[in-house]
Each structure stands twice: as C-alpha cells, then as structure tokens.
C-alpha cells in the first residue's frame, strides 16, 4: 500500500485539532497514513503517541525555528520532505484559509493535481482516488479524480465522521529552513479562539442562527441563550455579522461556512439563497419569522410565523421546564 | 505602483446556478454572469489606494469566454485603468492548477507590484488561485486579509486563521486575496460609464502569452469530474402562525423528532 500524508493542524500552543480524526480516517482509507506535523524545535515527537491512537502508522515530525515568523512555508517544506521520504499517493490538509495557502502552493511546487474541498474520499477499483464534494450549498454531488501522479487534496473540516483504527505510530524527525524572501512573514499571532463551551460550527450537531431580525448586539443574546439551552452552536447570517452581533466566523452561507447539522434553527433570517447555500443540507430546519412569505420557510420542516422575541423565551422555558 | 486586479466572471448567486450533469462544469447560459462580489472588492482595495496615492495605475485582469468583456468594461467604468481578458478554447474547464498558470504568465508581463484578488470566488468556492499564482512566479503572498495597507515597498494586513487573526507583511512584488471583511466597491457613475469606452482592453491568447496549448501547459496530475449527481430540492414542511403558544409547539415537535 502506498502512503497517504495528513498535515496536522495544530494550535499556536501546539495541541492537535479536532480536524486530526477526520484527517488520518480519509488518509488510511487511501493508504499507510502518514501525520506529518510542524512544530518549534524538540517538541516534535511529543504527538506520536496521541498520532498514533488516532491512526498514524507513521508521524513525521518536522521542526522549525521559522514556525511562526514565515508564513505557511514551514508546512509546504515539512510536506515537500515527507513526500520526498514516504513516496505518497495523495496528501491531504484541511480545507482552512492555511490549508488552502499551502496545498495551492504545494501543488505547483510538486507538479501534482489538487482537489478542493473534498466531503469523503475513496479508493477506486483501480486504485485512483476519488473526491466527493458537496456543490452550490449541496445542490449537486460532484466526484473528482486527479489524473495520473500525485494529488493534493483539501478536506473539509467536520465532514468525515469516520475515524481511523488506532495504530503505534513510528516516529521521524526532520528539521526544516525554509527560503524566507519567497514568503511573508508573520508579525504578531492573537489567538482568539475565545475558550468557549459550545460546540464549534462546523461540527455542531445543533445550530441556532441568527440574523438581522434579532435588530441590535444586545438583543443577539436571545439567539445565544436559546444555543446554550439545547447544547448548539452559534451561527448568522451575512446581515447579522455586518450590522455587527457577532463576529464574522459565525457567517454562515455562501460566502461562509457551510454546515450540515442534524437540526438547523434560523431566528430573524429572511432565507436569502446565499444564506440557504449554506445550511439547505441541515437533516431538520426549524425557522421562525414574522415575515410568512419569507423564502425560509420554501426550506423549513417546521416554520413558524411569529416574533422571535415572544416565540424563542417560550421555547426556552419549556425546554428547561422539561430538563427538570 | 501598478495593481493588477483579478476578477472573475460568475454565474449570478442571486440567481438558480446549475450544473451541466454530463460534462460537470457550470452552466453558464443558465444564469445572468456577473462578476463575482468579491472581485469587486478587491477592485475597490486597489481604486482606494489610487484615490489617495498619485500614480497609482490599475489593471483588471479576467479569464473567461467572450462575455468577460461586460465584466470588465463594468470595472473599467468603475475607475480602473486598462483592462486585460485571457480569451482561448483551450481554458473551457480549465482548473485551478491552469487557472493559475495562466494568469500567472498574465501578471508577469504586466510587471505589477501587486495583484489583488478575491479570496474565494461564489462559484468554484476553491480559495487556491492567488497562492497558486504566487509559486508560479516565486513571489510572495498573502491571502484572506481583512485588511489592507500598501506602502511603497510593502504589503499588510490582518488574516483570519483556524484559531484567531494574525498580522503579517510582505516585500512587493506580492499577491494578496482579500474577504469580504473590506468594503463593498463603489457604483459606476456616469463618466466612468463615458470614459470606459475609451480605455484599452486588450484580449490576449494562450499563444500571446507564450504559453503552448491548455493540455501540456496543465499539470502532471489534472483534476477531473468523473461524476455529477443533482440532489431533489428541499421541500417545505409545516407552517403555522403563532397564537401565543407556538414556542411549545415547537418544543413538543423538537422532543417528538427526537431532534433534543
Ligand atoms: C455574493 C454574496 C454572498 C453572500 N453570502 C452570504 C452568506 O454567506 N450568508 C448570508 O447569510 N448571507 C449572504 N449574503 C447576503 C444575503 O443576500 C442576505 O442579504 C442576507 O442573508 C440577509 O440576512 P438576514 O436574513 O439576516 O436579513 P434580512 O434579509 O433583512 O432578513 C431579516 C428577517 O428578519 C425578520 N424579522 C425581523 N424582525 C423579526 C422578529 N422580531 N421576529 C421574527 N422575524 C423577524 C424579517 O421578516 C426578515 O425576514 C450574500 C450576498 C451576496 C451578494
């Protein structure tokens, strides 16, 4: 079997993403899956144990000073080696704003094939790859093949719920320098990534959305206090981040994340398609809106024509009355 | 400083965008084409610092079929300079990897000090493009900025990443993307609209660019569509209008479905 690499995503700190799971699953569906990681230097080797409970039969552990002054170079470099020493079928980063940089990069650099945001993967009979992506919010299913040679593949963070059988990984280190001038470089680093307890979007099994129809910051709090009652996620739409109720990481739609929860609940969202885009593939859609010719309700299980603001504190009250 | 400005044509998202289930590629007849939203914007990065630097020149930059020349007249007649259109059979379904190429041999001999594009474009959603075009010249860059400010000799801004924001800089030459955190671009007024007939717009081939045909010109590995399946559209389910008691209808539905 050929190797297929997994770039980790690690936290400024270092602590392993929660993309790793999904990540090392698609790669040993392909492969011996090989978790190569970027990390300051002789911190390296420390992962290999929890790479290897999820999967990794091998870690390549590459060190740099330059992790966190050169931007993304240090992962392309990591890459570029690991792929020199495993010969590779396919290697497979997460589909963020870093993963694209350097997949794009490492792709032209490598003179391989790259496939973009990838929902599954597979092997075909003849043992070509095979990307599953999820197009115009989910209105086709498309599959993708690269032809011949190596392909880079972005998979989108949350999407594959398979996890890998748990290996002892073999441990490599390598140390990295990269070519500064061909890169920018990386002047401060605020992690802001507010410690939060609910649940990240993009995997949440529950998401509560909210949009221009909640009318201030302050009112925005009744879409928080009602995700905080069934356990879910934040999210909104474009109008909500725009007028300034939460930041724009919680846009979801087309020009934001995407999501497919089992429930979906849209608060003062009109339903525009962009917004649809975004969450049309959710298993249920709750959505609640005193406009009844609103387009949400063309994709809502159950709709409600209501206030938000007389409908959502009924609902929250009865949810605790029945937690009790 | 010369600001090449990449745009691309879109199918409208206002609009029902389809897919052709036979070949994979976006039906373009299907839907009005417009230039993607944040095309515009990037436009609008690179219109702002002429506003307020002297000698500042802009290109708009676009590959597509013949009715990318709407699209660029449109960003001509929003302010910028010239404009460029990359015309060829050959790219019918181009991918990113020739996407890329293409309009990296384009950047090279307009000799820009920076290329500002959109960070993803509506349709493809890919993300890759600017980072692509980057390697194939050796240059710098920088993408997904929320911010902007060019110097002389420098590019900087903020980035969302994973996990929080960070600020970092580039020498120029560079490229940048940037999100839809940057304003939205000004409206064409009326000399734009008159003086946009006259400013140069010039089509440019594979052939005129030095480039050899879209198939050895394409990476090793071309990433290919082998499949197209549409999903049924979603249909509406109950509505009901609230009588003071909807709130724990709704829970008893959420309970009944099992959903909380
Ligand atoms: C290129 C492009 C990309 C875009 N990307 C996105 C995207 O990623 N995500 C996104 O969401 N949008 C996106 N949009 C914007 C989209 O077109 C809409 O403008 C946006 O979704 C509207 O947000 P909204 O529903 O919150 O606001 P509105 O459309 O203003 O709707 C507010 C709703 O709240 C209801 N309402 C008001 N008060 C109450 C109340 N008290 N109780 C109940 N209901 C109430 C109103 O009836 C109305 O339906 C994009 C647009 C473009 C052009």
């Keep these: ?324 | 400083m010369k600001i090449v400005v990449l745009m691309k044509q879109v199918p409208d998202t206002w609009g029902e965008r389809t897919l052709d289930v036979t070949t994979g590629l976006s039906d373009r007849a299907a839907t009005d084409a417009v230039i993607d939203e944040i095309g515009e914007r990037a436009l609008e990065v690179a219109l702002t610092h002429r506003d307020a630097v002297k000698g500042t020149e802009v290109v708009v930059v676009s590959m597509g079929p013949a009715s990318v020349t709407a699209a660029l007249r449109k960003g001509l007649s929003m302010g910028a300079d010239s404009a460029i259109h990359v015309l060829d059979d050959g790219l019918v379904g181009a991918d990113a990897w020739l996407t890329s190429k293409v309009l990296a041999a384009v950047v090279a001999r307009s000799g820009a000090d920076v290329v500002v594009a959109g960070n993803e474009s509506t349709d493809g959603r890919g993300g890759v493009v600017p980072a692509m075009i980057a390697e194939h010249l050796g240059l710098p860059h920088l993408s997904f900025l929320n911010d902007v400010t060019l110097t002389p000799g420098e590019v900087s801004g903020s980035r969302s990443t994973d996990t929080g924001t960070l600020q970092a800089h580039a020498a120029l030459p560079a490229v940048i993307s940037i999100t839809e955190g940057l304003p939205e671009a000004r409206f064409p007024n009326f000399k734009g609209i008159m003086t946009a007939k006259k400013k140069p717009l010039e089509v440019l081939s594979l052939a005129d660019l030095g480039l050899a045909a879209a198939s050895t010109v394409a990476g090793n590995g071309r990433s290919v569509v082998v499949s197209t399946v549409q999903r049924p559209a979603r249909t509406a389910g109950t509505k009901t209008i609230d009588e003071g008691n909807a709130g724990v209808e709704l829970a008893e539905f959420l309970v009944a479905g099992r959903l909380i």
């Design chain 1, 1 to 324: 079997m050929t190797h297929v690499l997994a770039l980790i995503d690690l936290s400024p700190s270092g602590e392993i993403s929660n993309t790793a799971p999904g990540l090392l699953a698609a790669a040993a569906a392909l492969g011996t899956p090989v978790a190569v990681t970027v990390t300051a230097p002789g911190v390296g080797s420390v992962l290999g144990g929890q790479l290897g409970a999820l999967g990794a039969e091998i870690v390549f552990a590459a060190e740099s000073e330059q992790l966190g002054s050169v931007l993304i170079a240090p992962q392309i470099e990591a890459l570029a080696a690991a792929v020199a020493a495993y010969p590779s079928s396919a290697i497979l980063v997460s589909n963020t704003s870093d993963g694209r940089d350097i997949a794009g990069r490492l792709a032209v650099r490598l003179n391989a094939g790259l496939v973009i945001d990838a929902v599954a993967v597979r092997q075909a009979d003849d043992s070509s790859i095979l990307a599953t992506h999820s197009v115009f919010g989910g209105a086709y299913i498309v599959e993708s093949t690269v032809t011949g040679g190596l392909a880079v593949v972005t998979v989108r963070p949350g999407a594959i719920d398979d996890r890998a059988t748990p290996a002892t990984a073999t441990v490599a280190t390598a140390t990295i320098s990269v070519d500064a001038a061909r890169f920018a470089a990386i002047d401060s680093i605020a992690d802001t990534a507010v410690e939060s307890s609910r649940p990240e979007l993009r995997d949440a099994s529950i998401i509560v959305s909210g949009g221009r129809g909640l009318g201030s910051k302050e009112n925005f709090v009744l879409v928080e206090q009602l995700a905080d009652a069934l356990g879910a996620a934040v999210g909104a739409s474009r109008a909500a981040v725009d007028a300034g109720y939460i930041a724009q990481t919680a846009q979801v739609g087309q020009t934001g994340i995407t999501v497919s929860p089992n429930l979906y609940i849209a608060l003062g969202i009109s339903g525009a398609i962009q917004h649809r885009a975004g969450m049309q593939t959710a298993k249920t859609i709750v959505a609640i809106n005193k406009d009844a010719d609103a387009p949400i309700f063309d994709v809502a299980d159950f709709g409600i024509v209501g206030d938000v603001f007389k409908v959502v504190p009924q609902l929250i009250d009865a949810i605790n009355a029945r937690a009790k």
